[in-house]
């Protein structure tokens, strides 16, 4: 079952026997219960990374032609999996192995079968001192390089950058930088006069939101609203009580526990079973034939054979 704020503020206060409020604004004690509650929410956010809260994301673009290169990563997204650009120039020659797995391999024919039909062709996210080693180490001689000054005004320190770009081809390479700027090492300014948020195509993890209203449900599944519930009670009770809650302490370890083998809908393996194998044969323990059967072919006796 759901819960809205308001109904999830009156049972932590009712554990605690309080006052009885019928908005979280009531008291000011209310108030604290539903900060608590939303800063549980996003504990559990933050520590469980829900498979749906990943999505299909676009970047900011820049609009400056100044800046060419340059995008931003918009407000709410906190992770970034993977990027990719959409090549709409099917005379650059761009046919890669990643470009191909985008192709309508049902079509029957082509015009021209030596021309690379338009689609998104993946971008190479690198660390920053490696971005920006190559681009740097473009030869402003050229007559395809450019530069731009990049102003990075993050955590209160202002720096302005030099950042060589190439304006001949598609993206190939690009990194983030204080998880805003996104700096690309080229772009192609015979189809656009910079990138452009229509031709992004990223896959990342946004931040869900949280309002502080009474009729206000936060983003989880019926499951998970326990965990939040006797998380919220505990370190309710440790603020407000100065005391421990016992129970609700134990129903969040066995909430936490439940949870990570839930969290995902669809029929995959276990996330155990998803962890690096380091080269060993993966496979099951079981009696068979007499013997024990496992990943490293155990016998009865523990010892290899």
Request: glycine content about 6%.
């Amino acid at each position: 079952m759901k819960y809205t704020l308001l109904q999830m503020t009156q049972d932590v206060l009712s554990s605690m026997s309080s006052d009885e409020v019928n908005s979280i604004s009531d008291t000011a004690e209310s108030l604290q219960v539903a900060t608590i509650i939303r800063q549980k929410y996003f504990d559990i956010i933050n520590r469980l990374g829900l498979p749906r809260n990943y999505q299909m994301i676009q970047l900011e673009a820049s609009d400056d032609a100044t800046k060419p290169t340059l995008m931003y990563v918009p407000d709410g997204v906190s992770d970034i999996k993977w990027v990719k650009y959409f090549d709409s120039n099917p005379q650059d020659g761009n046919t890669s192995d990643d470009f191909a797995h985008d192709l309508n391999v049902d079509l029957t024919s082509l015009v021209n079968a030596g021309v690379a039909p338009p689609g998104y062709l993946y971008v190479t996210v690198l660390p920053n001192d490696e971005f920006l080693d190559m681009v740097l180490a473009f030869s402003t001689t050229d007559t395809d390089v450019f530069s731009y000054e990049l102003s990075d005004t993050s955590n209160g320190f202002n720096g302005s950058f030099t950042i060589n770009y190439k304006n001949d081809q598609q993206p190939t390479y690009c990194t983030i930088i204080s998880n805003y700027y996104v700096l690309f090492d080229t772009f192609d300014s015979s189809v656009d006069s910079t990138l452009q948020s229509s031709k992004s195509m990223c896959y990342g993890s946004i931040i869900p939101a949280f309002q502080m209203v009474d009729t206000f449900i936060p983003d989880l599944e019926e499951e998970e609203f326990p965990l939040l519930l006797n998380e919220a009670k505990s370190l309710a009770w440790i603020e407000l009580k100065q005391q421990p809650h016992p129970l609700a302490a134990l129903e969040t370890k066995r909430g936490w526990t439940a949870i990570q083998q839930k969290k995902a809908v669809i029929n995959r393996p276990t996330y155990f079973d998803e962890l690096p194998g380091f080269g060993r044969k993966r496979g099951y323990y079981g009696y068979r034939g007499g013997t024990y059967q496992g990943m490293n072919n155990y016998n009865a006796r523990g010892g290899l054979y």
